[in-house]
């Protein structure tokens, strides 16, 4: 650091003195403070101590793990430099699902000094038959972006592999680097492993760093919007931003937006054509790492994204960041924001595009949370046993096991802390002759114990096809989407593909394409003449407003009640919020509004807890079953972050609800699975959990298994075990995972709590107000067409006008 003119930085300091300590530990600073020499350095510098260079070729010392193939490059650049000054006989390598097979067979022959992989590729190396030999070496491990994994399934298998590294080397340290985290001592842990000693230190990186969060704002957001209703209208003012910054990055939540924001920039500016480019992660890999070289070396002016560049690849040149509607999260304004200014000493600046009115007061909700760090917390997942069964396998090729010893190792993970000896043994069980139902079949016979008591994989058949199915990453059957010259474009999942006749065209990779045929589990495609196409739509539930970014958000409302408009955000939505107080209440965080409104539809019923949409689903399911128990009725039901909407063309009694009654948390469990079809639910979610139990093998490279046949296998097996083997435990965590996930039961209960502390405000109604419009817009969707919607709008705006 001397010789480059760097002058280390406190926290750099503290967390190498911590790895001299042999201690693990947690660092928490900004984006682009200096993360990777923090714990890299440190960790070199103990192992020049430990192995003097000179000696020739290391053994496997450091693996480094990243949750993003795109950040292995990145990171394998920046730990390079000082291996190169300091140890030029180490080497250095990467392991991902990118890696090319004749790298892989020379890391087969012997692996390098310090290796950067992913979870995926980590538990693929404890595969291997002699993973006791070949990684016992390993004295230091990195997790990059621990927030990224730590709420998922991949945090499990990573916490699986870490606690097998451990067995191997019980001396081994552990870092964990994040910038965005609300429960960071509980995250250290979940890391570093329950009662680990020494104790493991957390390090905040405190560092000056401007943190730039400003809005874009139109110039007349009007009384009443909906979502996407400012969309397009935000195209003139996003080009002059791009026109007038350096290179920009342009963020959104959903590829298909994307696609649609690529093409309004192409429109508006045909001669920025070749100088800005699109990026997601089904594009074909060469185009995502020519979009990714063009950034790095400043060639593009802008790169329109998803979350595919959300985390720690530097790029330097970058000076802006825009969000196209809200991030939803204050952790994730935060993530995207640090993309720009990404190095010591500059400011990070994100621009909040919104595209509806609401979205402007969570942009200057947004800045306030983020400057007093109310960052969303993330929670492991507990003791998943479709990730448990695959584990089993994979130590059970890497070796064999001793079930008293795995167990114990297992229960040394976080998520697995609580495991009993029957939970584990039963897993044991499935692995050994597929639980109850499937013992007559050989396939599912997948671990046998020799005569040393050991549990080893007797079949290479069985072998071969746990190899391709480990991990933990589990999405709807894509297709390759090719040129009929041969040319790969990228991916697209197959259901959208389904729906296409020959002749259609859509927008893919910013092209025009034009559908041709399918063959071979392949899309071809020709470039289109005309001039008009649809975009691709991904599954993947929509974004849900965190509890943070929702209290912050009523906090702007409550200052906007009171008639304080500080912030420039708030006085642009002033129309708006005006127009709800006089026709209705402004929603505080004191305060629960309930609405209720007559219409030629029926009896319509708003509410407004601010606790996103997966939450509003749970809960409008739930009052729906609940005001029907008295008295049969049918309700459609709309929601959005905001709150959601009941209707239903029959009147119903409104008591329960001006009583609060209907919010009662008491019988929840019940009432919320009696709401809800929890068993297409739970059938829905088996089919993941099947996928990574290895109960389906999704097919040979080049033989993918369509997604027909993944849903009629997983299908069958749900059937299979509910009606033959009911103590199954995979329906069981299938059941759970519904509730904990998709309904996120332990939100719902808490908004429950909280609309009993609030006081009730119901108002009826006698135009729909700004706050209830959007749910009736979201409803009308669902069986409108564009035009016919915009017609239904005009004349329930002229009603409100003229009667206003």
Same mark, same amino acid.
């Given at each position: ?67 993003? /193939?795109?950040?292995? =490059?990145?990171? #394998?650049?920046? *730990?390079? !430099?000082? &291996?190169?000054? @300091?140890?030029? +006989?180490?080497? %250095? ?73 451990? /067995?191997?080397?019980? =001396?081994?340290? #552990?870092?964990? *680097?994040? !910038?965005? &985290?609300?429960? @960071?001592?509980? +995250?250290?842990? %979940? ?85 800005? !480019? ?527």
């Amino acid at each position: 650091m001397a010789a480059r003119g760097w002058t280390p930085f406190a926290f750099q300091q503290q967390v190498w003195r911590a790895i001299a300590q042999g201690r693990s530990g947690m660092l928490h600073a900004t984006t682009g403070a200096g993360k990777t020499y923090a714990v890299w350095l440190g960790m070199l510098d103990m192992l020049l101590a430990r192995h003097p260079p000179g000696r020739g070729a290391e053994p496997l010392r450091a693996i480094w793990l990243t949750p993003m /193939r795109a950040l292995a =490059a990145d990171t #394998t650049r920046a *730990l390079t !430099a000082p &291996l190169r000054d @300091l140890a030029p +006989a180490w080497t %250095i390598g990467q392991r991902t699902g990118d890696t090319a097979s004749a790298e892989r067979a020379r890391q087969d022959r012997r692996f390098p000094t310090v290796l950067v992989t992913t979870p995926e590729s980590l538990s693929l190396m404890l595969t291997r038959e002699h993973a006791r030999q070949e990684l016992q070496s390993v004295e230091f491990v990195v997790v990059d972006e621990w927030h990224e994994l730590i709420g998922s399934k991949r945090g499990v298998q990573a916490q699986l592999a870490l606690a097998r590294l451990r /067995r191997f080397h019980p =001396a081994l340290v #552990t870092w964990g *680097l994040s !910038a965005t &985290l609300g429960n @960071l001592e509980e +995250a250290m842990e %979940i890391l570093c492993g329950p009662q680990r000693r020494p104790r493991p230190l957390l390090v905040r990186g405190r560092i000056d760093k401007t943190l730039v969060i400003d809005t874009l704002i139109p110039p007349d957001p009007g009384k009443y919007s909906w979502a996407g209703h400012l969309g397009a209208r935000m195209q003139a003012p996003v080009v002059e931003e791009i026109a007038q910054a350096g290179p920009t990055l342009v963020f959104t939540n959903v590829r298909s937006q994307a696609e649609i924001w690529y093409q309004l920039l192409l429109q508006a500016r045909p001669d920025w054509a070749g100088e800005i !480019a699109l990026h997601h992660g089904s594009l074909d890999r060469s185009t995502r790492e020519w979009v990714e070289l063009g950034l790095k070396e400043g060639r593009l002016r802008a790169v329109v994204a998803t979350s595919s560049l959300d985390l720690g690849v530097d790029f330097l040149p970058v000076e802006r960041v825009l969000q196209i509607g809200s991030a939803k999260g204050v952790a994730r304004i935060m993530q995207r924001a640090g993309r720009s200014g990404h190095a010591p000493g500059r400011a990070s600046r994100l621009t909040l595009v919104p595209t509806h009115t609401m979205e402007l007061i969570e942009a200057a909700a947004a800045r306030v949370a983020a400057a007093e760090g109310r960052v969303e917390r993330r929670e492991a997942p507990a003791k998943p046993l479709d990730v448990l069964v695959q584990h089993l396998v994979t130590i059970a090729l890497g070796g064999g096991f001793e079930a008293d010893a795995l167990y114990e190792e297992v229960r040394s993970a976080w998520s697995y802390r609580d495991l009993t000896r029957e939970e584990f043994d039963w897993a044991l069980a499935f692995c050994e002759r597929g639980g109850e139902s499937l013992s007559a079949y050989p396939d599912y016979h997948r671990i046998r114990q020799d005569e040393a008591g050991v549990w080893r994989v007797p079949d290479r058949g069985i072998a071969r096809r746990h190899r391709l199915s480990v991990g933990t990453i589990v999405s709807d059957a894509s297709m390759q989407v090719k040129y009929l010259s041969g040319g790969n474009i990228g991916t697209i999942e197959e259901g959208f593909i389904a729906r296409l006749r020959k002749g259609d065209c859509f927008y893919f990779a910013g092209r025009l394409l034009e559908f041709v045929r399918v063959q071979d589990m392949a899309a071809y495609v020709r470039k289109a003449t005309r001039t008009k196409g649809t975009v691709p739509t991904w599954q993947g539930s929509k974004m849900a407003l965190s509890t943070e970014l929702g209290d912050a958000v009523l906090e702007m409302m409550q200052a906007a009640s009171r008639g304080e408009y500080a912030h420039p955000e708030l006085e642009a939505a002033r129309p708006m919020l005006e127009t709800q107080a006089r026709l209705s209440r402004i929603p505080t965080p004191d305060t629960i509004l309930v609405e209720t409104y007559r219409s030629r539809e029926g009896q319509h019923l708003y509410v407004h807890p601010f606790a996103g949409r997966h939450v509003h689903l749970g809960l409008a399911s739930l009052l729906a079953w609940r005001l029907a128990r008295e008295r049969p009725n049918t309700f459609s039901i709309s929601v959005n972050d905001y709150g959601f909407e009941l209707v239903s063309a029959e009147a119903f009694d409104l008591a329960p609800v001006a009583d609060g009654s209907v919010f009662s948390g008491d019988d929840l469990l019940h009432d919320v699975l009696a709401s809800l079809n929890s068993s297409e639910l739970a059938q829905r979610r088996f089919r993941e959990i099947a996928r990574v139990a290895g109960l389906i093998f999704t097919g040979y490279p080049g033989q993918p298994k369509s997604m027909r046949q993944l849903q009629a296998s997983s299908g069958l097996f749900y059937e299979v075990f509910r009606k033959y083997d009911q103590g199954n435990l995979l329906l069981n965590q299938a059941e759970r995972e519904v509730l904990s996930q998709e309904l996120e039961l332990s939100r719902l209960r808490a908004t429950l709590e909280r609309i009993a502390r609030r006081r009730l405000e119901l108002v009826h109604l006698r135009h729909p107000s700004p706050m209830s419009l959007p749910l009736m817009v979201e409803r009308f969707r669902e069986k409108l067409s564009t035009e016919s919607l915009s017609t239904r709008l005009d004349r329930i705006l002229r009603d409100i006008e003229g009667d206003g």
